[in-house]
Nanobody, 125 residues
Framework: QVQLVESGGGLVQTGGSLRLSCAAS????????MGWFRQAPGKEREFVAN????????YYADSVKGRFTISRDNAKNTVYLQMNSLKPEDTAVYYC??????????????????WGQGTQVTVSS
């Protein structure tokens, strides 16, 4: 019912910037929350950022706070993740996620119902 497609990943040097996009289709209009997660090889998927449908509330993992910005353009059904001051430890596959019901533990990947295919972000030193 909800399809998510990420784009914008790539290779960047330490201190550089990337802007990820997540285009949603289907019944995304009814989604209450959108999130970004990332997963490095051999590690668990971890929370990055979250935004409600109106864009009035945002949350960030401590590791990216002050460097990353999540935003959305509801006219385009698209969520963005602006990543600045990138570090090698930011290297991971980044996933867009959506949930169509209220959730409390927004940082838990298991609470999201729909996922994109992921886009690779590699930060070199």
């Amino acid at each position: 019912q909800v399809q998510l497609v990420e784009s914008g990943g790539g290779l960047v040097q330490t201190g550089g910037s990337l802007r990820l996009s997540c285009a949603a289709s289907g019944r995304t209009f009814s989604s209450l929350t959108m999130g970004w997660f990332r997963q490095a090889p051999g590690k668990e998927r971890e929370f990055v950022a979250n935004i409600n449908w109106s864009g009035s509330s945002t949350y960030y993992a401590d590791s990216v706070k002050g460097r990353f910005t999540i935003s959305r353009d509801n006219a385009k059904n698209t969520v963005y993740l602006q990543m600045n001051s990138l570090k090698p430890e930011d290297t991971a596959v980044y996933y867009c996620a959506a949930v169509t019901k209220p959730i409390y533990f927004i940082r838990l990947s298991a609470n999201y119902d729909y996922w994109g295919q992921g886009t690779q972000v590699t930060v070199s030193s």
